[in-house]
């Protein structure tokens, strides 16, 4: 019989008794939160609404399938960690031969398989760099060095260090990040694109395809998701998200990206931004929402590898004034 039972949280996370979802477990598919007898993005989704839900103290109802199935790595809580156990797994039965036998989710998570993977990031050798001198140029050049860290850089005025900028933070890139930027590229990017069209275009499908978490209940649904996830998946995000999402896509094909945090319109709002450094000058690309958008003057809060932007010239100094 059916058991209903009704959590009021307050708590970011939801804890429930393991002796009930081992139980309900048996009869259910662990990973199919609605149910439709698959396991795909779908089901992640649901996983983050509950998670979000529960995590603003929102009144809760769900009945033992449901917490069965959704504590996919059975530590006893439902949170953005099971739904991106449930996108890993769904990238692995994606890509499996049509004549194998998937493993079940908790199994593959014990012993996750591992292949080759094409990177479809990186521009082919040989096509043209651009014109010598020219920003298309500049980056189609760089030296790319393999990282996973994204710095974090405070360069506000009031800062704990006198304004003075420091690093405050390090985003790493996971293996779930990577695929979603690598199944991003291999949808969206050609053989004839250039490093610098490939982010040229990812910029631009940021500013129109992703829609802005106004309202906390649609921020918190993305707020522990990577950048990527968050843009690419879930297409929804703030300015750390935005600019977050194209910093890493710079980091995955290997440039020297870092990200900025900072006052906006004086010190009345928090921003975040990203720059990449190449031969030691700082290059600020900024991805705005939609909203700053006007046909009327053409103007769009909008720029690309713009040096004359540069904001941030090193650990311990204050911006130039000019």
Known sequence: MK????????????????????????????????????INSADASEILSFYADVSVGMETVADEKFMAVSDINNDGTINSSDASHVLEYYGYISTIPENETPKGIR????????????????????LDPG???????????????????????????????????????????????????????????TDEMTNYDRLAYTWEWLHYNVDYATSWEAYSKISELSFSEACFVYKSGQCIQYNGAFAEMMAYMGYDVYMLEKWQ??????????????????????????SYDNPATNYRWMWLFDSSKQEFFGVGQKKPTY
């Not at 307050?10 to 259910?28: I, P, R, S, Y």
């Not at 931004?273 to 690309?285: A, K």
């Open 107 to 126: 199994e593959y998570l014990k012993n996750p398989v591992t292949t080759e993977t094409v990177n479809y990031v990186l521009a082919p050798e040989g």
């Open 265 to 290: 319109h004086g010190l009345t709002g928090q921003h975040f931004m990203s720059e990449v450094n190449i031969g030691g000058v700082g290059y600020n690309t900024e991805v705005g929402e939609r």
């Open 131 to 189: 014109v010598k001198g020219s920003i298309q140029y500049i980056v189609n050049t760089a030296e790319l060095v393999p990282h996973d860290d994204i710095p974090l850089y405070n360069i506000k005025g009031d800062n704990i260090q006198g304004g003075l900028a420091y690093q405050s933070k390090t985003y790493y890139l996971t293996d779930n990040t990577k695929k979603i930027l690598n199944d991003f590229a291999k949808e969206h990017f």
């Open 3 to 38: 058991k209903l039972i009704t959590f009021v949280l307050t708590a970011m996370c939801m804890t429930f008794a393991g002796a009930m979802t081992a139980n309900a477990a048996d009869t259910v598919n662990v990973g199919d939160t609605n149910g439709d007898g698959l």
